[in-house]
Each structure stands twice: as structure tokens, then as C-alpha cells.
């Protein structure tokens, strides 16, 4: 069945440092989604990505499309304190299947 | 922003007890799900629902398990006869695009 990985499992990085996580799929997704979960709290929908090679800023934070449609990165530039949490990316095969999940990134950030 | 509601926050239930979890989805939303998250672990699917019915689900899924839309607005998942190892987050979410998920309820199974 299609598998979603995610790494690294966990990054400790220092406040004003650079954070990325790579998200690879088994099988090609109609679309990539990135979500946030902070300790103790439940994921919030960050971003969608359909089209191939895609890249869309929010901030300090990008996240990119790989070309095959299989691959996605989420890059945090300068991180902050408020950037700590775990980051999931989903995939659904198609558009209305439903989205199964990375194992996630937990990013901790040391002030 | 419109929020999709999950009540309780937390339950606990001794083994072998049916529980039911209630969720308001967003209300122009089509598709409803019910996901479910381990402590530490990766957020896993159950089910899918749209029409006023299951679409997918997953093998976790199983006969102890069932979901319904009473009333056009709740959305609930029910736990037949709980085992220990049904302790974990649910999380209900429902979609237009990317999903929004409610905060979860805590299900401790004693």
C-alpha cells in the first residue's frame, strides 16, 4: 500500500537556524499537504501543493513539489521558538482519497 | 475561521464499555473522517464518509467500530467494546481542500 516517510525523525536546532523535512512517497500523489502539531494539540493545515515542481512561501517557511510528484520539502528559514512542533506531510493517491500521513518531523528549537 | 468541533475532550471508559465520540464538521464541507493518533505516534486513517456513507476504510476499522451522521450536522464515531490498546487521540476532520481537523477527543481505555 502506499507508505509516506518523513526525515529527519527529529531536529534539535538552535533559534535563528535553518530547519528542513524531507517527505517521500511510495506511490505519485495528486497532491502534497503539510500540517503542524504542536505539544498537546491536534494538526492544523498548513499548506496545499498540487502542481508538479511547485514551490509557495508563507513567511519564513517554503515548501516545494518535486517534479515526480512523490517527493516534497518543507525548509523553515531562521526558526523561532514558536516554530517548535511536529510537521506532517500528507499525501491522497488521487483527489478525493483520503490523506495518509508521515510519521512527521518533530523540530525543537533551543533559544 | 470555522472550526470543526469535537466533544468530549477527554474520556475515559473501563474495557469491554461502548464509547461514542461526537464531532461538528464545517458545515459546507462534503467529507468527513475520522482519524486516530497513538501517543507519539503518526496520525492514522479510519474512515472515510461522504453521502451518508463510509467511502474507505482502513483495516484498523474494524466490526467494533462504526460511524454515522445522525442529524445532518454530528458526525460520531462509535467503539463497541473497548480494548486497552484503543487509548489514543481521535481526531475528527472534515474537508474542502486541505482538511481541518477538530482538537481531538482523549480516549483512555482502563
Known amino acids: 500500500g502506499q507508505q509516506v516517510m518523513q526525515i529527519p525523525q527529529y531536529q534539535h536546532v538552535q533559534e535563528g537556524e535553518d530547519f528542513t523535512t524531507y517527505c517521500n512517497s511510495s506511490t505519485t500523489l495528486s497532491n502534497i499537504q503539510w500540517y503542524k502539531q504542536r505539544p498537546g494539540g491536534h494538526p492544523v493545515f498548513l499548506i496545499q501543493l498540487v502542481k508538479s515542481g511547485e514551490v509557495k512561501k508563507q513567511k519564513r517557511l517554503t515548501f516545494q513539489f518535486g517534479e515526480a510528484k512523490k517527493n516534497s520539502s518543507l525548509h523553515i528559514t531562521a526558526t523561532q521558538t514558536t516554530d517548535v512542533g511536529t510537521y506532517f506531510c500528507a499525501g491522497p493517491l488521487t483527489s478525493y482519497d483520503k490523506v495518509i500521513f508521515g510519521p512527521g518531523t518533530s523540530l525543537s528549537v533551543i533559544p | 475561521e470555522p472550526e470543526v468541533t469535537q466533544t468530549p475532550s477527554h474520556q475515559v471508559t473501563q474495557m469491554g464499555q461502548e464509547v461514542i465520540l461526537r464531532c461538528v464538521p464545517i458545515s459546507n464541507h462534503l467529507y468527513f473522517y475520522w482519524y486516530r493518533q497513538i501517543l507519539g505516534q503518526k496520525v492514522e486513517f479510519l474512515v472515510s464518509?461522504?453521502?451518508?456513507?463510509?467511502?474507505?476504510k482502513s483495516e484498523i476499522f474494524d466490526d467494533q467500530f462504526s460511524v454515522e451522521r445522525p442529524d445532518g450536522s454530528n458526525f460520531t464515531l462509535k467503539i463497541r467494546s473497548t480494548k486497552l490498546e484503543d487509548s489514543a487521540m481521535y481526531f475528527c476532520a472534515s474537508r474542502q481542500g486541505g482538511y481541518t481537523f477538530g482538537s481531538g477527543t482523549r480516549l483512555t481505555v482502563v
Open positions: 464518509f461522504y453521502n451518508n456513507e463510509i467511502s474507505e
